[in-house]
Nanobody, 119 residues
Framework: QVQLVESGGDLVQPGGSLRLSCVASGSIFSIYAITWMGWYRQAPGKQRELVAGISSKNTTNYADSVKGRFAISRANAKGTVYLQMNSLQPEDTAVYYC??????????WGQGTQVTVSS
């Protein structure tokens, strides 16, 4: 397993943008074993939900609620993903968690970063 650190959460007005980053650390073997990375979010009183994911082959998937507004991408450096969030709305307010899955289907989670959309 790897350790994941998220950053980029902030308070933003409706219609604004944010870019979240997630960096994996650990042994070179564990980082190169990652096959999928993604972002989940959890709002107060709600279940954690998948927002977006990207495979090692750059196949992406998105929740219907964020399609056309959010974009997930990977850096050239292995184990780094970004989530570009545009046209943010109050319903996007949540703690955003980075998730990684490796070839052994082991899952790692970050500590989360708070995104608040409010005027």
């Amino acid at each position: 397993q790897v350790q994941l650190v998220e950053s980029g959460g902030d308070l933003v007005q409706p219609g604004g943008s944010l870019r979240l980053s997630c960096v994996a650390s650990g042994s070179i073997f564990s980082i190169y074993a990652i096959t999928w990375m993604g972002w989940y979010r959890q709002a107060p009183g709600k279940q954690r939900e998948l927002v977006a994911g990207i495979s090692s082959k750059n196949t992406t998937n998105y929740a219907d609620s964020v399609k056309g507004r959010f974009a997930i991408s990977r850096a050239n450096a292995k184990g780094t993903v970004y989530l570009q969030m545009n046209s943010l709305q109050p319903e996007d307010t949540a703690v955003y968690y980075c998730n990684a899955v490796d070839t052994g289907t082991r899952t790692s989670w970050g500590q989360g970063t708070q995104v608040t959309v409010s005027s």
